[in-house]
Protein backbone atom coordinates (compact mmCIF):
# COMPACT_ATOMS: atom_id res chain seq x y z
CA UNK A 1 0.00 0.00 0.00
CA UNK A 2 3.42 2.25 0.34
CA UNK A 3 3.23 2.71 -3.06
CA UNK A 4 -0.11 4.06 -3.89
CA UNK A 5 0.33 5.96 -0.66
CA UNK A 6 3.68 7.73 -2.30
CA UNK A 7 1.60 8.17 -5.50
CA UNK A 8 -1.36 9.53 -3.52
CA UNK A 9 0.57 12.14 -1.93
CA UNK A 10 2.95 13.00 -4.94
CA UNK A 11 -0.39 14.06 -6.71
CA UNK A 12 -2.11 15.91 -3.87
CA UNK A 13 1.90 17.87 -3.91
CA UNK A 14 1.61 18.58 -7.59
CA UNK A 15 -1.81 19.68 -7.67
CA UNK A 16 -1.19 21.90 -4.79
CA UNK A 17 1.65 23.37 -6.40
CA UNK A 18 -0.32 24.08 -9.35
CA UNK A 19 -3.21 25.32 -7.43
CA UNK A 20 -0.58 27.84 -6.11
CA UNK A 21 0.68 28.63 -9.50
CA UNK A 22 -2.52 29.76 -10.51
CA UNK A 23 -3.32 31.81 -7.62
CA UNK A 24 0.05 33.45 -7.71
CA UNK A 25 -0.52 34.30 -11.87
CA UNK A 26 -3.83 35.70 -10.59
CA UNK A 27 -2.43 38.02 -8.56
CA UNK A 28 0.14 38.47 -11.01
CA UNK A 29 -2.94 39.65 -13.49
CA UNK A 30 -4.54 41.64 -10.84
CA UNK A 31 -1.81 43.88 -10.12
CA UNK A 32 -0.73 44.60 -14.00
CA UNK A 33 -4.39 45.82 -14.41
CA UNK A 34 -3.49 48.00 -10.74
CA UNK A 35 -0.70 49.39 -12.31
CA UNK A 36 -2.19 50.10 -15.70
CA UNK A 37 -5.40 51.99 -13.91
CA UNK A 38 -2.56 54.34 -12.19
CA UNK A 39 -0.76 54.93 -15.08
CA UNK A 40 -4.01 56.11 -16.94
CA UNK A 41 -4.59 58.32 -13.70
CA UNK A 42 -0.96 59.78 -14.42
CA UNK A 43 -1.44 60.62 -18.04
CA UNK A 44 -4.93 61.99 -17.41
CA UNK A 45 -2.88 64.16 -15.14
CA UNK A 46 -0.40 65.34 -16.78
CA UNK A 47 -2.88 66.33 -19.73
CA UNK A 48 -4.45 68.48 -17.00
CA UNK A 49 -1.36 69.98 -16.07
CA UNK A 50 -0.89 70.62 -19.68
CA UNK A 51 -4.19 72.13 -20.27
CA UNK A 52 -3.76 74.66 -17.13
CA UNK A 53 0.06 75.43 -17.84
CA UNK A 54 -1.01 76.81 -21.85
CA UNK A 55 -4.39 78.47 -19.81
CA UNK A 56 -1.63 80.45 -17.43
CA UNK A 57 1.03 80.71 -19.09
CA UNK A 58 0.25 80.43 -23.15
CA UNK A 59 1.34 84.32 -23.99
CA UNK A 60 4.33 83.48 -21.60
CA UNK A 61 5.67 80.01 -21.67
CA UNK A 62 9.32 79.14 -20.68
CA UNK A 63 11.61 79.06 -23.41
CA UNK A 64 11.74 74.69 -22.97
CA UNK A 65 7.96 74.95 -23.40
CA UNK A 66 7.59 77.40 -26.26
CA UNK A 67 7.75 74.81 -29.29
CA UNK A 68 5.02 72.72 -27.46
CA UNK A 69 3.00 75.50 -26.89
CA UNK A 70 2.97 76.86 -30.45
CA UNK A 71 1.86 73.55 -31.53
CA UNK A 72 -1.10 73.98 -29.49
CA UNK A 73 -2.28 77.01 -30.44
CA UNK A 74 -1.33 75.86 -34.74
CA UNK A 75 -3.78 72.76 -34.17
CA UNK A 76 -6.39 75.12 -32.34
CA UNK A 77 -6.39 77.70 -35.43
CA UNK A 78 -6.42 74.79 -37.97
CA UNK A 79 -9.37 72.93 -36.04
CA UNK A 80 -11.14 76.43 -35.84
CA UNK A 81 -11.02 76.44 -39.97
CA UNK A 82 -12.06 72.67 -40.46
CA UNK A 83 -14.97 73.96 -38.04
CA UNK A 84 -16.13 76.44 -40.19
CA UNK A 85 -15.57 74.53 -42.94
CA UNK A 86 -18.16 71.71 -41.57
CA UNK A 87 -20.61 74.71 -40.68
CA UNK A 88 -20.17 75.67 -44.59
CA UNK A 89 -20.84 72.17 -45.90
CA UNK A 90 -23.96 71.52 -43.68
CA UNK A 91 -25.47 74.67 -44.62
CA UNK A 92 -25.73 76.22 -40.70
CA UNK A 93 -24.14 79.23 -39.17
CA UNK A 94 -23.17 79.49 -35.77
CA UNK A 95 -25.62 81.84 -33.24
CA UNK A 96 -23.71 85.00 -32.07
CA UNK A 97 -25.39 84.97 -28.66
CA UNK A 98 -26.05 81.17 -27.86
CA UNK A 99 -23.14 79.34 -30.82
CA UNK A 100 -26.15 77.17 -31.49
CA UNK A 101 -26.58 75.68 -35.17
CA UNK A 102 -28.93 77.90 -37.34
CA UNK A 103 -29.37 77.47 -40.78
CA UNK A 104 -28.53 79.83 -43.25
CA UNK A 105 -30.49 82.14 -44.17
CA UNK A 106 -32.71 82.35 -40.73
CA UNK A 107 -32.93 85.95 -39.29
CA UNK A 108 -33.71 84.56 -35.83
CA UNK A 109 -32.09 82.07 -33.92
CA UNK A 110 -34.48 78.76 -32.90
CA UNK A 111 -33.30 78.59 -29.47
CA UNK A 112 -32.43 81.54 -27.83
CA UNK A 113 -34.11 83.88 -30.31
CA UNK A 114 -31.85 86.54 -31.03
CA UNK A 115 -31.63 88.54 -34.20
CA UNK A 116 -29.35 86.17 -36.91
CA UNK A 117 -26.39 88.68 -38.83
CA UNK A 118 -27.60 88.83 -42.38
CA UNK A 119 -25.30 87.48 -44.39
CA UNK A 120 -24.11 88.99 -47.92
CA UNK A 121 -25.62 86.98 -51.08
CA UNK A 122 -23.15 84.60 -52.62
CA UNK A 123 -21.26 85.93 -55.16
CA UNK A 124 -22.40 85.69 -58.95
CA UNK A 125 -23.36 82.52 -59.97
CA UNK A 126 -21.63 81.51 -63.03
CA UNK A 127 -24.35 81.99 -65.99
CA UNK A 128 -24.84 78.29 -67.23
CA UNK A 129 -26.25 77.42 -63.51
CA UNK A 130 -29.21 75.80 -63.49
CA UNK A 131 -32.33 76.20 -60.99
CA UNK A 132 -35.03 74.10 -60.01
CA UNK A 133 -38.47 75.74 -62.03
CA UNK A 134 -40.56 74.52 -58.71
CA UNK A 135 -38.16 75.68 -55.69
CA UNK A 136 -35.67 77.27 -57.30
CA UNK A 137 -32.75 75.98 -55.76
CA UNK A 138 -29.61 75.35 -57.32
CA UNK A 139 -29.22 72.47 -59.63
CA UNK A 140 -25.93 70.31 -59.61
CA UNK A 141 -24.77 69.79 -63.40
CA UNK A 142 -25.99 66.32 -64.56
CA UNK A 143 -28.72 65.94 -62.34
CA UNK A 144 -32.16 64.63 -63.21
CA UNK A 145 -34.12 65.56 -59.84
CA UNK A 146 -33.58 68.64 -57.94
CA UNK A 147 -32.33 67.39 -54.57
CA UNK A 148 -34.52 69.90 -52.93
CA UNK A 149 -38.01 69.14 -53.60
CA UNK A 150 -37.59 65.81 -55.56
CA UNK A 151 -39.02 67.59 -59.37
CA UNK A 152 -37.60 66.17 -62.35
CA UNK A 153 -34.99 68.89 -63.85
CA UNK A 154 -36.22 71.17 -67.16
CA UNK A 155 -33.30 71.50 -69.94
Not at 17 to 34: C, T
Not at 50 to 78: H, I, N, W
Not at 121 to 130: I, K, S
Request: hydrophobic residues 30%.
Amino acid sequence: MSFFDNIGKTISDVSQGAIQKGKGMADVVKFNSLISEEEKKINGLYQEIGKKYVEQYGAAPTEDLKEYVDQVYASKEKIAEYQEKVTELKGITRCPSCGAEVPNGAAFCSVCGAKMEEKPANPAEPADTLHCTSCGAVISPGSKFCTSCGKPVER
